[in-house]
């Protein structure tokens, strides 16, 4: 199916470790995004990409990773969880960008305990 | 640099009633505003979006939105609620010339009482 998939839908880790979330999108779109939304400070962008191999940082991108080796994969990996990583992290994809709508996923729940 | 601001975190209304979900937006260059509807434990959706043209912008689900550059405004509304509104509502901006990153509101979170 056509669309932009999140996965895992929900995981908890420890204080420390690694962790990678996954972003896949079908529609050949250039531009990726990674939001967090938390309560009170709505969507914050922390990394986006414009093409394969070309990432840039965003509002709030300290502690995390990302990478786009393909058009349709853009991971966001959290080096060294911390509890202020605790979040709902939202993928999104756009075909352009100013005047084109963003697609997004269904959004990762992460909790670091 | 560009800025949303969405007055009020959260709006009650009767079903029935209007619906008037206010954002204000600063840039420093004619803007692309947006407005995105997030149902629970799901991403966000658009609802309607102000390139150029008409002020006036008409959605989904009846919703509608007017441009007022003179206000730096770009209010969302409907004319009579119903419980399937209730959402959480975000208004983004994205500058052409500018940033074209869309920056994003803190949200509102329409309640809507039987």
């Known amino acids: 199916d056509a669309g932009i998939t999140q996965s895992p839908r929900y995981k908890i880790t420890e204080t420390g470790r690694q962790v990678t979330l996954m972003c896949h999108q079908t529609?050949?779109?250039?531009?990726m995004f990674w939001y967090r939304q938390d309560l009170g400070h709505g969507l914050r962008l922390i990394y986006y990409?414009?093409?394969?191999?070309?990432?840039d940082k965003g509002e709030v991108p300290d502690g995390y990773v990302v990478s786009r080796s393909k058009t349709e994969n853009f991971p966001l990996t959290l080096e060294s969880a911390t509890r202020s990583q605790t979040s709902v992290y939202f993928c999104?994809?756009?075909?352009?960008?100013?005047?084109?709508?963003?697609?997004f996923g269904q959004g990762t729940r992460l909790t670091v305990v | 640099a560009q800025s949303v601001t969405q007055l009020g975190s959260h709006v009650s209304v009767s079903e029935g009633a209007l619906v008037l979900l206010r954002c204000n937006y600063s840039s420093s260059v004619p803007p692309y505003l947006f407005w995105y509807v997030q149902y629970p434990n799901q991403g966000l959706q658009l609802l309607l979006k102000?390139?150029?043209?008409?002020?006036l912008v008409k959605g989904i689900n009846g919703f509608e939105a007017e441009f007022k550059k003179s206000e730096t405004s770009f209010h969302l509304t409907k004319p009579s609620a119903h419980m399937s509104d209730a959402a959480e509502y975000f208004c983004a901006v994205s500058a052409s010339g500018g940033s074209y990153i869309p920056t994003f509101g803190r949200g509102t979170s329409l309640i809507v009482h039987p």
């Open positions: 999104a994809s756009s075909e352009g960008w100013g005047d084109t709508e963003a697609f």
């Open positions: 529609w050949s779109h250039s531009y």
């Open positions: 990409s414009a093409a394969a191999d070309i990432t």
């Open positions: 102000y390139t150029t043209g008409a002020t």
